[in-house]
């Protein structure tokens, strides 16, 4: 079964980086779209960024856009999310998923995607 592993959450302080990772993307030839959502204790699942995995099209939230970048290594067959500038209201559970069905049909909604996983948090405190 396939698998994403998140790496790289941790507590920190608020205006600092942190760099998600997740591997490996399943069926990199097949994969059409891979995504970081995030879910707040008490709130649903929010969308933070994606990537189209053949062109490299990236799409933002809009509390993203302008701190986060969101890269695929297509050698390597990881997914990032470097985070700068972080906020107290960024902390939740970050998850990877991804998308391994064609076309791109909606790549900010949750319903896109086939695999996630299990979570890394991210804490910042002000």
């Known amino acids: 079964q396939e698998q994403l592993i998140e790496s790289g959450g941790d507590s920190v302080q608020a205006g600092d980086s942190l760099k998600l990772t997740c591997a490996p993307a399943?069926?990199?030839?097949?994969?059409?779209?891979m995504g970081w959502f995030r879910q707040a204790p008490g709130s649903e699942r929010q969308f933070v960024a994606s990537?189209?995995?053949?062109?490299?099209?990236?799409y933002y939230s809009n509390s993203a856009l302008g701190r986060f970048t969101i890269s695929r290594d297509a050698i390597k067959n990881t997914l990032y999310l470097q985070m700068s500038n972080l906020k107290p209201e960024d902390t939740a559970v970050y998850y990877c998923?991804?998308?391994?069905?064609?076309?791109?049909?909606?790549?900010?909604?949750?319903?896109?995607?086939?695999?996630w996983g299990q979570g890394t948090q991210v804490t910042v405190s002000a």
């Open positions: 998923a991804a998308d391994i069905s064609w076309p791109i049909e909606n790549p900010r909604s949750d319903r896109e995607y086939e695999i």
């Open positions: 399943p069926r990199p030839f097949g994969t059409s779209v």
């Open positions: 990537i189209a995995w053949r062109t490299g099209r990236t």
